[in-house]
């Protein structure tokens, strides 16, 4: 096989695996036009759609998935191998994938990683920003970090960082205005920030445990966003009640722009675990990243 059509399948797959032109152009360095081009030209080549392009989405027809399942696997198997060769390098290099949300990105991952990786410079760590569960294997990841209720059973697993909780925060203009909830129920007579879960689809069901009472309240409000961040913004301009991280809402509660209501029903879980396939963890790059990432607490 010339190289050229080696670079056509390698091309293929990141399309497949970011289901986008854009997104696939942008992770592999190169124009939407030229990747389309190529695309075009190895499905002449081979006779068949591999893809069906709508104006909003790109995904594999039955012959591109067939496709793609074959060619993952062995094409993971070769960056392996590739990575074990550069082993016998004085320093560690490669490339390492990681997906992960903007919570554990901007609260554990990138504190630790930020003063370890200006010593290894032929490490190129590409962070893909994501609530998503994806799997990470098909999808062309090397790790994956989630909370440790959220991993797959498959992987190994190392803890990178404590338990936390999830808070429900409100403004003191809010509270005047509507009243303070008391039990987790009385959330669905307020206006209250929501999140959408990507992975299922649908809104997150906020969960609330006392004792042996364990509660999951369907909210309703105005807004609804995909990440922490911006609730607490908008929770702090009175439009409700969010639900969000509690490490990430403290300086905002203790200067009293929010108050945290239903305080003794938030209980702690679970903190944030990297995961990933055992072939990796033998590669002297991805050690860095595991051994600076982990817990020590």
């Not at 993952?72 to 198997?77: C, F, K, V, Y």
């Not at 338990?163 to 003191?172: E, G, I, K, T």
Request: charged share 25%.
């Amino acid at each position: 096989m010339a190289r050229e059509q080696f670079n056509d399948l390698l091309w293929f797959l990141a399309v497949a695996e970011e289901r986008s032109f854009t997104r696939a152009a942008a992770r592999l360095g190169i124009s939407q036009s030229t990747l389309s081009h190529t695309i075009k030209r190895l499905e002449t080549r081979m006779g068949v759609l591999l893809l069906n392009r709508t104006t909003r989405n790109v995904a594999p027809t039955e012959a591109g998935e067939r496709l793609h399942a074959s060619l993952s696997p062995r094409i993971a198997e070769i960056e392996s191998e590739m990575a074990a060769i550069m082993s016998y390098r004085d320093r560690p290099a490669g490339r390492v994938r990681i997906t992960l949300s903007d919570h554990a990105l901007r609260t554990i991952v990138w504190p630790k990683l930020r003063e370890v990786l200006s010593g290894y410079p032929e490490i190129r760590v590409e962070f893909s920003v994501d609530s998503a569960f994806r799997n990470i294997v098909d999808s062309g990841f090397d790790a994956g970090i989630r909370l440790g209720e959220s991993v797959e059973h498959d992987m190994i697993a190392v803890r990178i960082g404590p338990d936390w909780r999830l808070v429900a925060v409100a403004s003191p203009a809010y509270l005047a205005a509507r009243g303070t909830p008391l039990h987790p129920k009385d959330l669905t007579t307020h206006t209250c920030i929501n999140i959408r879960q990507i992975a299922a689809g649908g809104l997150y069901a906020w969960e609330f445990e006392k004792g042996d009472e364990v509660l999951r309240v369907r909210v309703e409000g105005q807004l609804t966003f995909n990440g922490s961040y911006e609730m607490i913004d908008a929770a702090m301009r009175g439009y409700g009640i969010a639900y969000v991280p509690e490490d990430i809402v403290a300086a905002q509660v203790a200067s009293g722009a929010l108050v945290v209501v239903l305080d003794n029903w938030s209980q702690p879980f679970a903190g944030y675990f990297i995961y990933y396939p055992s072939r990796r963890q033998n590669l002297p790059a991805f050690r860095v990243i595991v051994d600076a990432l982990r817990h020590r607490g």
